[in-house]
């Protein structure tokens, strides 16, 4: 079967149809980044409700790392919804709660013993995250970074720093959010290049203590270990270490954001293993239940225990379907062979656009860890120039070939690759043969 087939053009006549019906019936806040709508899907390939199969590079924006519909997922979750859909947790706890925080208390980072959370989303995860902290160290302020995406709820989005379209006409926000720059180092904020720089960035935190809030007033440093819909940014390697080391120096806890990086995209189960650091609190969300909603906060045991009974929770959080689906999960990345394919998307990726580089001036840095990789696009590489509409026109050109891709970054001129890591090598080629039509189509009109 091949990978893309298309019956109709992109979007078809019912797709077309329904976006008719959603516009009067859907606000606009909720955004899509392409005009089809989805009927089933399996593995790396979506059918939409024309009948057209396309090749899924977006997965859902990360949740998919082991496939659409993964049979045994399906199998889990199915069998579940027959026994029990919903107790509640806070009413009746069942096993699968405690079976799965005690694997990813076993899988988390470092020695420390460990204790997990569940909830229905990362933007959930962050905020328990945060009060976590602050009810683990009595302090109030939390350091996020520039370029950061924690989520939409209130304190997650005081933690994202893209205004436009998260931010903007959504404020006040939560006080007690202080901003720096992250390692971006394409487009540093400091106008240094690495490692001459001595990661500035990171000094630079103990400069901000001085001007503009007290060490000893901040419970936690939130960090995306790869920045993810601020444009798949890789730090240097030395980056989290000297985070880790300096958050250590003041008594602050280390939050690892993993809703993006996490459960197995960048060739790891957590991003923060390439770099050897131990976070206090690590949260995943987004691929961990191979589709379903499930966020987890899994964190030092006496940092989680924190906060007093009652005062974490939710009605939802940790619903058995999910959570069952979420150990189905867990069970597909135990024989390492997902890991190996991150691997190997990358090593493919890189290679392909390697040599686009050389011949598309649009390309203006190529960059990503196991399967997360991605093209940031300037209108001319002397300036950087963002060049965002040249992105659009990219992933537009993409599906109409039968490609789903999404954007990222803060200036929304970065194509990221979310493939599930399911994608075979030569659904992988043929997409890849997809994403470099459309971008010499859009350079060639550039
Ligand atoms: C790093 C990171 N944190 C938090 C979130 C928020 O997750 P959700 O959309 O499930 O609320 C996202 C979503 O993209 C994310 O990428």
């Known amino acids: 079967m091949p990978a893309i087939q298309l019956q109709t053009e992109i979007p078809g006549p019912r797709s077309r149809a329904l976006m008719a019906r959603r516009q009067a019936a859907v606000p606009r806040g909720p955004f899509h980044a392409t005009p089809i709508f989805a009927s089933r899907a399996h593995g790396a390939v979506l059918e939409d409700v024309d009948g057209n199969r396309l090749l899924d590079f977006a997965g859902g ?62 933007a959930e995860a962050v905020e328990n995250a945060v009060k976590i902290a602050r009810a683990a160290t009595g302090r109030g302020a ?35 959010v202080q901003r720096a720059p992250y390692a971006y180092c394409y487009r540093c904020a400091y106008k240094l290049t690495y490692p001459a720089c001595g990661l500035h960035c990171v000094d630079a ?7 503009h809030v007290a060490a000893e007033e901040v419970a936690a440093v939130i960090v995306e270990p790869v920045l993810g819909e601020g444009g798949f940014v890789v730090p240097p390697g030395d980056y989290l270490p000297r985070l880790r080391a300096l958050t250590e120096r003041h008594g602050i806890l280390l939050i690892a954001d993993e809703v993006q990086t996490g459960f197995g995209r960048t060739g790891k189960l957590w991003a923060v293993e390439h770099s050897g650091v131990v976070p206090d609190i690590l949260i ?27 005062g974490l929770g939710g009605t939802f959080g940790g619903n058995p379907v999910a959570l069952e689906a979420a150990l189905a999960v867990l069970e597909r990345f135990d024989d390492g062979a997902l890991y190996a394919r991150a691997e190997r998307i990358g090593q493919a990726f890189r290679e392909r656009a390697g040599r686009w580089a050389a ?3 649009l390309l203006g840095d190529v960059r990503g860890v196991g399967a997360m990789w991605a093209l940031e696009l ?56 997809v994403l470099e039509a459309a971008l010499v189509s859009v350079a060639g009109s550039h």
């Open 61 to 122: 924006i990360g949740c998919l790392n082991v496939g659409h519909t993964d049979a045994s997922v399906v199998a889990a979750a199915g069998a579940q919804l027959g026994r029990l859909t919903h107790g509640c947790f806070h009413v009746t706890p069942y096993e699968s709660y405690v079976r799965l925080a005690e694997r990813l208390n076993a899988l988390a980072p470092g020695p420390a013993p460990k204790k997990t959370m569940f909830v229905n989303s990362g």
């Open 142 to 176: 939390v350091l996020a970074f520039e370029d950061g995406f924690h989520g939409r709820t209130l304190l997650a989005l005081s933690l994202t720093s893209k205004v436009h379209p998260y931010k903007v006409g959504f404020g006040p926000f939560v006080p007690g």
């Open 205 to 211: 935190l103990e400069d901000l203590f001085k001007r």
């Open 284 to 310: 995943a969300a987004k691929s961990i239940a191979g589709g379903l909603p499930l966020g987890a906060i899994t964190g030092r045991a006496d940092v989680m225990d924190a906060a007093g009974p009652g």
């Open 359 to 361: 011949s598309v001036p």
């Open 378 to 433: 300037v209108k001319d590489r002397a300036s950087k120039a963002p060049a965002k509409d040249e992105t659009a026109a990219v992933a537009k050109a993409a599906y109409e070939r039968g490609l789903l891709t999404i954007t990222a970054g803060t200036y929304g001129n970065v194509l990221r690759t979310l493939m599930p890591l399911v994608i075979s090598d030569d659904e992988l080629r043929v997409g890849l043969d």
